[in-house]
């Protein structure tokens, strides 16, 4: 399937939709409530409002079986997540998924796992109709010391915070490197202490984060939890209005733990014209206008997936532009570095690419072209920014990977007054 962009400004308002991270830590942190008799009556509820959520609802509700077999989709979030918390609770499990996620690391979580109770069995290319497995994990995890570098992923950071309150005994997670996408683990702590989890943190003294969880834990929701609005796919709209367009978007919180949030600074030192009005229910109205963006350097180690709107950004905006420490977005739902260059090169960006960066001089217009999205969601999203200010038309093919995070994303570009032919 292929869609043809005609090029136009953007203009109106659109209200953030949920946050993707924040949700899934909810939908799990809720699940062990449940578990364990702690969920309020009508607490919060989260829709399903993507594939990576739709795949996180339905791998919790395996947790209600003596043996889970857990479809976790593309989602690397999910299947992260749930490794630990699965195997906090059962003797054997099961995961699959598709796309690129059977092929992504596991390590070092698996070795950390396999070290405390877990044994690994990796996946045998058995099929479904749909899944591949990933793997067949036996042996409840049990509690003790856990070490990880901080610079590969924090997601598995993650699970076994969710997971390590459950078990029987103390537990420590200890960094040997700096953290990287640290406002993610942050969130998690923020998700666990709205359901009573205790996490202590400290530093060792290299500087680096120690992380101590009490075992035999309850999880207890509190009221009035609210599921944020998501900066990373609002940085696709704040960045549209500032290359070409006057776009206002709704319902985002500036104390997020979402660390995305920094589009708002990155756009700001770039030159960007915004305004923002907070709103009595705590969150605020952002509006932002085309303007004249001048080229900076982002080290993205912190916030990687800003990287394929930022690298839109950069390809307009005058001067140079670099950004550096992107390592590891080979690892995404694409090799993403290569496919940011691969994209913008093809709509005639002046671009370079390196195994951890890219650099940039902009220019006023790009001409257009035929892309491919690579089966990447972010990829998508920001060849149809780049469109904006393009003077052919854009040509995207599989389209559809925008329903991993945002499937209206096409319905909204078409009501800010974007042009698609299917």
């Not at 005609?6 to 209200?15: D, Q, S, V, Y």
Request: hydrophobic share 40%.
């Amino acid at each position: 399937m292929e869609i043809k962009i005609t090029p136009r400004k953007l203009t109106g308002t659109i209200e953030a939709m949920p946050s993707k991270s924040h949700a899934h830590r909810l939908l799990i942190a809720r699940k062990l409530s449940e578990l364990q008799g702690g969920a309020l009556e009508g607490g919060i509820d989260i829709p399903a409002f993507s594939d990576d959520i739709e795949a996180t609802m339905a791998c919790i509700g395996q947790l209600d079986k003596n043996t889970p077999y857990l479809e976790c989709r593309e989602s690397g979030s999910t299947l992260r997540f749930m490794l630990p918390v699965v195997m906090a609770l059962k003797d054997h499990a099961t995961f699959l998924g598709t796309g690129r996620l059977p092929d992504r690391p596991l390590s070092p979580l698996k070795e950390e796992m396999e070290r405390h109770g877990c044994h690994f069995r990796m996946g045998t290319n058995k099929n479904t109709d749909r899944f591949k497995e990933i793997c067949e994990v036996s042996g409840r995890l049990v509690s003790g010391d856990y070490v990880l570098a901080g610079n590969v992923s924090s997601q598995f950071i993650t699970g076994l915070l969710f997971a390590l309150p459950l078990v029987n005994g103390d537990s420590s997670i200890t960094l040997t490197t700096e953290l990287e996408s640290a406002g993610y683990v942050n969130m998690t702590l923020d998700v666990l202490k709205s359901f009573n989890i205790e996490v202590q943190v400290s530093q060792t003294e290299a500087g680096f984060f120690r992380y101590e969880i009490p075992g035999n834990q309850v999880y207890k929701e509190k009221p009035g939890i609210a599921l944020d609005g998501d900066w990373s796919n609002a940085a696709f709209w704040l960045a549209a209005g500032s290359l070409s367009g006057d776009i206002t978007v709704t319902g985002l919180r500036l104390e997020s733990c979402q660390w995305d949030k920094e589009i708002l600074s990155i756009l700001a030192d770039m030159g960007a014209d915004l305004d923002i009005q907070p709103q009595v229910d705590g969150t605020v109205t952002i509006r932002s206008k085309a303007s004249i963006l001048k080229g900076m350097d982002v080290d993205v180690a912190q916030m990687p997936d800003l990287t394929p709107i930022l690298a839109v950004l950069m390809s307009f905006a005058e001067g140079t532009s670099m950004i550096t420490h992107a390592e590891r977005l080979q690892f995404k739902e694409s090799n993403r570095l290569k496919a940011i260059y691969s994209v913008l090169y093809n709509l005639d960006a002046d671009i370079s690419y390196g195994g951890d960066w890219l650099s940039f001089t902009g220019k006023a217009f790009l001409e257009g072209g035929r892309v491919d999205s690579y089966g990447d969601h972010r990829i998508a999203m920001s060849a149809a920014i780049a469109s904006c200010l393009c003077r052919e038309p854009v040509y995207i093919s599989n389209p559809i990977a925008v329903t991993k995070s945002y499937p209206d994303f096409y319905k909204d570009f078409d009501l800010l007054g974007g042009v698609i032919e299917y």
